[in-house]
């Protein structure tokens, strides 16, 4: 079974959202740490560096819940991976901020930490903690629930093209060519283009998206892999299994297209299906 983990997502960028949120949630902690705060270079110097810890500790943290995605993913103890997630990033954490707080103070040449600051702030760190762990576990879940969603989703019904349509009309210049369908190696999407290229090379840009593009496909033909690229049957040169049951469809050597194009595991079950009626 594939297992979704936070790095695949796309809707949310999870390096920019800490980055922006590590500060907030040290704008809190110096709040709850501090009797009384005035605008003061120890004050801003003191903001930035633990600023720059927090950003150090969620990078232990973020290590910690990569690493559990493939040793024991959510879905086969959920649990179990929660409860060792916990206490796996808590150590951490509280370990990374202890550690750089006490160089910082030893650089500084400050006087010993007393114990009371860590009594409190050791609780802090715990409760920041946990925020982030909220966060990665409500982003499995939700593109779980993705997934889930997509699954159920009805499948549209292609029409084949009509029997006179034996390819596509395509600019270059100021001239409209008709492509056929067999001269074409594949589609893929560059930025805002739907690019299509032919075996020997040349390349054309479509004004269709790749969605209104695969309309117009034989099916028999052709295969859209994934949102990025459709691939003409005879440029695959066979696939191979990759992890969490997507997989790498292999192409033959062309100068426009890569050398494989990876299937995600939803997609994988109905190539292999096409694939053999080959």
Excluded at 40 to 55: H, K, M, N, P, R
Excluded at 114 to 121: A, E
Excluded at 135 to 142: A, K, L, R, S, T
Excluded at 227 to 245: L, T
Aim: glycine share 6%; with cysteine.
């Amino acid at each position: 079974m594939d297992h979704p983990r936070f790095y695949y997502r796309k809707s949310v960028n999870d390096v920019k959202l800490f980055l922006v949120l590590i500060p907030l949630i040290n704008s809190l902690n110096f709040y709850l740490t501090y009797d009384t705060i005035s605008l003061s270079w120890f004050y801003v110097a003191t903001f930035c560096i633990d600023t720059l810890e927090g950003y150090a500790a969620w990078g232990a943290i973020r290590s910690i819940i990569r690493y559990l995605d493939d040793a024991l993913p959510y879905t086969e103890a959920p649990l179990k991976r929660i409860l060792l997630q916990l206490i796996g990033t808590s150590l951490s954490t509280v370990v990374v901020l202890s550690f750089l707080t006490e160089l910082v103070n030893w650089l500084a040449g400050g006087d010993p930490i007393p114990l009371g600051f860590y009594t409190k702030t050791m609780f802090l760190f715990v409760i920041w903690n946990f925020v982030v762990n909220g966060i990665y576990i409500g982003f499995f879940f939700y593109d779980l629930w993705q997934q889930a969603e997509e699954q159920r989703a009805p499948v549209p019904v292609v029409e084949e093209p009509k029997p006179d349509q034996t390819g596509l009309m395509v600019r270059f210049g100021k001239k409209d060519l008709l492509l056929h369908f067999e001269e074409i190696s594949g589609f893929y999407v560059d930025g805002e283009y739907t690019v299509v290229c032919n075996g020997t090379g040349e390349k054309y840009l479509l004004d269709q998206s790749l969605d209104k593009v695969e309309e117009q496909l034989p099916r028999h033909s052709f295969f859209r892999i994934n949102r990025q690229y459709i691939i003409h049957r005879g440029m695959i040169r066979g696939f191979e299994r990759a992890d969490h049951s997507k997989i790498h469809v292999l192409l033959l050597p062309s100068p426009t297209l890569p050398d494989s194009v990876t299937a995600s595991r939803l997609k994988a079950p109905a190539f292999k299906e096409w694939f053999a009626l080959s």
